[in-house]
């Protein structure tokens, strides 16, 4: 019997030791330090309500020598949160028991989407991601501005939009025959993924003042998208009725303004365009097509992946005191005109005639040693009327048709910054003073024009 009590104690002595030393080797084999992180608050740009961000991300790291166990990571916010986090794969609200080994990483992944809130200024919201290691909690702060917005999918307009909110397009926004929209200074118009402002048979009237633009540019706010051509299609007029635009900011689109063709009844421009930038689109600036008619003024189109102005299969044109000019990525000439279309699919040529092709105190330049390209077809009852006076023109070939007036090829415009779409010049620049007098008194910067006035869409004073 004594025996039988001495090897019982014994037995329970030493599983009491090994127990001991696994839990000691155990806890040896981990680190006991706390981790760090690539950032200590993850802050997302402004966010359109029930649209979500793009994702954003952070570095988790484990310094040490050891592996460490990562014990709990939790966004506090829960299933409530408007965050959504996923770490090393795991999209969950709580995540437990994670080993990070010694000297590595993990990336975490974070998204955000919020809830319309009724309020025409933004709002922060805020969350944090704990993250506890030996019993220590660490915390990345999350934050947001949110912003509640008008939204279109696929609806009709008409009338006046209100300014105190943006307006995001979905789809599109339409307005339809014989309808008329009005847009007012200072709104703010964000289109989603090939989204557009389609105007068919009817009117858009974009009435914005100097320092108090309409801007036209994408859904998506974060600063890395701020430069992004392509982000949704533009404002499409469809055999549209009298139209203006004054005072726009249209960027970062596909094709900004595009006009297919002009409302039978209507003898005047489908779309006056004055006082505008339209810059940094994937394909084009302005494209005229099968017999649109637009008349610009004191507008600068550029660094768009195709053309600044294309005219394909006729159309009309009056264009003064405007730059059309390169500076951008694309192969393609500034300026490209055609009054012929050979639709490969059909197997004809569609040909239509261009009764005005008028510029005036234009800048057509660029970075290519050609900046102007027309390639025209004539035929019986075909017109074809180009007049071009007092405007700089960049091309290697000089041109002797009589239509090219006092123009000055090939000269440096001698511009501030292309790169940053800044057109001013200095004063020993060609454009200063070499302009034709005109009806147009006053530049897009809103100072009077001299006399002579200067060439473009800028008046040097």
């Not at 014994?10 to 330090?33: A, P």
């Not at 200095?426 to 002579?452: A, E, K, M, W, Y």
Request: net charge negative.
């Amino acid at each position: 019997m004594k025996k039988q009590i001495f090897c019982f104690i014994l037995f329970s002595f030493l599983f009491g030791l090994l127990s001991l030393t696994t839990s000691c080797g155990k806890n040896n084999s981990f680190s006991k330090k706390h981790l760090s992180f690539s950032v200590d608050t993850l802050v997302f740009d402004t966010v359109f309500t029930t649209i979500g961000s793009t994702t954003q991300q952070f570095k988790i790291y484990n310094n040490d020598n050891k592996s460490v166990i990562i014990e709990e990571i939790e966004l506090m916010g829960g299933a409530n949160s408007f965050f959504r986090m996923n770490i090393d794969g795991i999209a969950l609200d709580m995540i437990k028991d994670t080993k990070l080994l010694a000297r590595d990483s993990l990336f975490a992944f974070v998204e955000v989407t919020l809830n319309t809130n009724g309020q025409t200024l933004p709002l922060i919201i805020e969350d944090s991601i704990r993250f506890r290691t030996n019993g220590v909690d660490q915390y990345i702060k999350l934050a947001v501005w949110g912003q509640d917005a008008y939204f279109h999918y696929k609806d009709l307009n008409e009338g006046v939009w209100p300014n105190d909110k943006p307006h995001v397009i979905y789809g599109y926004a339409a307005v339809d025959s014989s309808k008329s929209l009005t847009i007012p200074a200072g709104t703010q118009i964000h289109l989603h993924k090939n989204a557009l402002l389609y105007v068919y048979k009817s009117s858009l009237h974009v009435e914005g003042t100097l320092g108090n633009e309409v801007v036209f540019k994408g859904d998506r706010l974060e600063q890395m998208y701020q430069d992004v051509e392509g982000q949704y299609y533009g404002i499409y007029f469809h055999e549209a009725k009298e139209s203006t635009i004054d005072y726009a900011i249209i960027k970062n689109g596909t094709s900004g303004i595009h006009v297919y063709s002009n409302d039978a009844s209507n003898p005047n421009y489908t779309l006056t365009l004055t006082n505008s930038k339209i810059f940094n689109h994937s394909r084009y600036g302005i494209f005229i097509y099968s017999g649109g008619k637009v008349k610009a003024e004191n507008c600068i189109v550029s660094k768009c992946g195709t053309h600044a102005l294309i005219i394909l299969e006729g159309g009309d044109v009056n264009f003064n005191h405007c730059n059309l000019v390169g500076y951008g990525n694309s192969q393609s000439p500034a300026v490209g005109i055609s009054n012929f279309y050979n639709d490969y699919t059909n197997g004809v040529t569609n040909v239509g005639s261009i009764n005005e092709g008028k510029f005036y105190n234009c800048i057509i330049s660029g970075n290519l040693n050609s900046e102007l390209a027309i390639d025209t077809i004539q035929m019986n009852g075909v017109s074809l009327n180009f007049d071009f006076k007092n405007c700089l023109i960049r091309s290697e070939i000089i041109f002797q048709d009589t239509f090219y007036q006092n123009t000055l090829w090939n000269d440096n415009p001698l511009f501030e910054d292309t790169a940053q779409g800044d057109f001013l010049f200095t004063s020993n620049s060609t454009l200063n003073g070499n302009g034709v007098v005109s009806s147009v008194t006053n530049d897009i910067l809103g100072s009077p024009r001299n006399n002579p006035p200067d060439i473009g869409a800028i008046e040097l004073n």
